[in-house]
């Protein structure tokens, strides 16, 4: 991955979801060689793996409030993106407010050593020597920790390629996740326990991001493959799998 310091730390798009088989994404990554480019911030290949710490609170109001489509909601994460160096107290991470209102998807981040995001999320300590606009979120995330009593609630990673558009689609974003797995034990970032598999090995999730609207290519291509829209969230579906909630299915194809 790049350098974090020159990563967008704000987003605000649409996004959609599809499922579909490992051969049926081949064959749609290739009819999109001609529309995108494969993401500078992955290897060679659009490639780099992704884990996540999702925090809730002990009731999973969190959870809940994306089950029951509240207008505006918000969810916390730690997120850290895979690399050769090993990761410890020091490493930098991206501690991340995701929010959705109506249908648009936010995200918000401040990048931090590994123990001061673990504490910050915890409502442990402020951290200091920050910017006027990343100490209000700061402020904000500590705000969250307190009102929810926020604790580590599970982790969920996975191996992601992604795509992004040209210049005539600026803003488009187009991802495959591949051996998407969770756990709601061991939640230490640090650990390299592999987890449960939160999908069957042989499907995929694709996710479409676009600042206005998906272009009209696009769209024919998803009827062409016949790819199902889903509503799903990862952090959502490992807490059913988990049995850490009744297993309503948050998952559910369109």
Not at 85 to 93: C, I, M, T
Not at 168 to 177: A, E, K, P, Q, V
Request: proline share 2%.
């Amino acid at each position: 991955m790049a350098n974090l310091s020159s990563i967008i730390r704000k987003f605000n798009r649409f996004e959609l979801k599809y499922y579909l088989s490992l051969d049926k994404a081949k064959h749609f990554r290739d009819d999109i060689a001609n529309y995108l480019q494969t993401d500078s911030y992955g290897d060679s290949s659009g490639n780099y793996a992704v884990t996540s710490l999702y925090y809730d609170s002990p009731q999973h109001d969190f959870y809940w409030e994306k089950l029951e489509g509240i207008r505006f909601r918000r969810k916390l994460r730690i997120r850290y993106y895979e690399s050769t160096e090993l990761l410890d107290d020091n490493s930098k991470v991206f501690l991340e407010i995701k929010q959705r209102l109506d249908k648009v998807s936010q995200k918000r981040r401040l990048v931090l050593a590994l123990k001061d995001a673990v504490k910050l999320a915890g409502f442990q300590k402020q951290v200091a020597n920050l910017s006027a606009e990343d100490k209000l979120l700061s402020q904000e995330i500590q705000t969250m920790s307190w009102q929810y009593n926020l604790q580590a609630t599970t982790i969920v990673s996975y191996f992601r390629q992604a795509f992004v558009g040209s210049d005539y689609d600026i803003g488009l974003r187009l991802t495959f996740d591949t051996n998407l797995r969770y756990r709601t034990n061991d939640l230490n970032l640090k650990s390299k326990s592999l987890g449960k598999y939160l999908f069957p090995a042989e499907m995929v999730v694709m996710e479409v991001k676009a600042n206005e609207r998906v272009p009209y290519w696009l769209t024919e291509l998803v009827a062409k493959h016949n790819i199902r829209l889903i509503r799903v969230s990862k952090y959502c579906q490992s807490l059913e799998l988990a049995k850490l909630v009744p297993q309503i299915q948050s998952f559910q194809t369109l």
